[in-house]
């Protein structure tokens, strides 16, 4: 009996590391989910705020993951996984040394650690900081990488000629047995790359002390970058082609079906994110434009667009008012999602905060209040918050033409219908786990050899299109929302 053929795609999360193994054998691959793992990405937190993890704990958490799925879709024979792509969270990653060893913690993309360098070096350098935003296409703050790198050089992590950095996806597929490489979506994020050429920007390099090659060559998503040899990898893994796909919030994308030029992505989770994908480089002023405007401006997964992404804290807003109301169960969510109605008056309710940089969400209520009005206010207050940050887009950069939305939130109708009254030609997702599923298509393109351009060998992989309706969720995917 022929072992089965699989692509494996791994969606690196802040909270969980996910593994989804799909169908990806004979001239008809399928797509079709046949193995699924997800397990807890490791960090350990440290006085201060300070959070952190090491390459070694990541790569076993994804190890452990992948290792899982597979071993779940050997239980209907054997397997032989041709590709794997690699996509997750960014601007966390680590340095290595000349000879190749790991030479820094991995500080975790929100920790606040290079905060007080940035001020310093806005300081010293005016020039550099009015330049940076528009070059780079990100907001000079703690998130982006150039912070932590700053941090890491005032502690004494030398930056020695040969030493390289490699975002978290990149290190994992590098350990799995691929060359060093640098994903265009996840370069973006480390504020050390020119948006206009797609190359390190030598000011950023200098302002770090970091030596030329500190960022390897650039290889675009789908693309192989070695094959598996780790000797702890899955016998039905090793010598599959490894990809570093990129980016979690446009693979997402990719992953529910928003591929074609202007397509606005709702991904609806803790963090609701809006990526707009732009089938052009954008100008330095545009960038510069966006960044002040919420939004961050670089490269896509998809070669040749542009992806915007700005945020709205609708899940953490949603969630409490879920808590403060008693609805922590499904049923009682769906009870209050099937009163809601358009127009359901707010009375007294005032709901602030869910921008992206606000610091905390206040939820006022009044006497006599009722659990509809509060339900109803916070989703008047989200959808204003996210209408502002759409046309804040589309000032810069046109309307969108299409529009797709995935991610737990969107199973309740009242969050459908919120969302439909300010997103025009909006289409739902009925989709579980969209930044693996990317992932794995990316890998399946790979491990295929790239037979066919990647859009066209992708619909014939979609198990799942973009409909107009969400699967309301069933009890047991409650902990996704």
């Not at 054997?78 to 060893?101: F, K």
């Not at 302002?207 to 970058?225: D, E, I, N, S, T």
Request: some cysteine; glycine content about 12%; proline content about 7%.
């Amino acid at each position: 009996m022929s072992p089965r053929e699989l692509a494996v795609g791994v969606d690196i999360g802040t909270t969980e590391t996910k593994a989804l193994a799909i169908d990806a054998g004979g001239d008809n691959p399928s797509g079709r989910r046949v193995g699924f793992a997800r397990r807890p990405t490791t960090w350990v937190t440290h006085p201060g705020g300070r959070v952190e993890t090491t390459g070694e704990a990541l790569f076993a958490d994804v190890l452990g993951a992948v290792s899982a799925a597979v071993k779940s879709a050997e239980a209907d024979g054997p397997v032989r996984v041709t590709g794997i792509g690699l996509a997750g969270l960014a601007e966390s990653g680590v340095v290595l040394d000349p000879a190749g060893r790991v030479g820094s913690p991995v500080i975790a993309w929100f920790d606040q650690r290079g905060a007080g360098e940035l001020t310093e070096l806005a300081e010293r350098d005016p020039g550099f900081a009015e330049a940076f935003s528009g070059r780079v296409g990100l907001a000079m703050d703690a998130q982006c990488t150039l912070a932590k790198l700053l941090w890491m050089r005032g502690t004494g992590i030398p930056f020695q000629p040969g030493a390289q950095w490699l975002n978290i996806p990149e290190y994992v597929a590098h350990t799995l047995g691929a060359d060093r490489v640098t994903e265009p979506s996840l370069a973006a994020r480390t504020g050390l790359v020119d948006a206009s050429t797609g190359l390190a920007w030598a000011a950023a390099l200098d302002q770090v002390g970091a030596p030329p090659g500190f960022l390897p060559p650039v290889l675009p998503a789908g693309h192989a970058a070695g094959r598996v040899t780790h000797r702890d990898a899955p016998a039905a893994l090793r010598g599959a082609a490894i990809t570093v796909v990129g980016h979690d919030h446009p693979v997402a994308a990719v992953g529910s079906g928003a591929t074609e030029p202007n397509v606005l992505f709702n991904s609806t989770g803790t963090a609701d994110v809006l990526l707009r994908s732009v089938p052009r480089r954008l100008t330095t002023g545009e960038r510069a434009q966006l960044v002040a405007s919420g939004y961050s401006a670089g490269a896509h997964v998809l070669p040749g667009y542009a992806a915007l992404i700005g945020s709205v804290r609708a899940g953490l807003v949603l969630g409490r008012v879920l808590d403060l109301l008693g609805r922590a169960d499904l049923a009682a969510r769906l009870e209050l999602d099937r009163r809601w109605r358009p127009g359901t008056p707010t009375g007294s309710v005032r709901v602030t905060g869910a921008g992206q940089t606000d610091a905390e969400v206040v939820i006022r209520i009044t006497d006599g209040a009722s659990p509809d009005a509060v339900w109803a206010a916070a989703l008047a207050h989200i959808g204003s918050v996210t209408a502002t940050l759409v046309n804040s887009a589309e000032r810069i950069v046109g309307e969108h033409q299409d529009a797709v939305a995935a991610g737990g939130w969107v199973r309740l109708s009242s969050v459908r219908a919120s969302k439909s009254q300010i997103i025009p030609r909006l289409r739902f997702a009925a989709i579980d786990q969209p930044g693996a599923f990317g992932a794995a298509l990316f890998a399946a393109w790979a491990g295929a050899g790239n037979p066919v351009p990647f859009r066209k060998f992708s619909d014939r992989m979609r198990p799942e299109r973009p409909t107009g309706q969400a699967d309301v969720a069933q009890p047991e995917e409650a902990t996704t929302w």
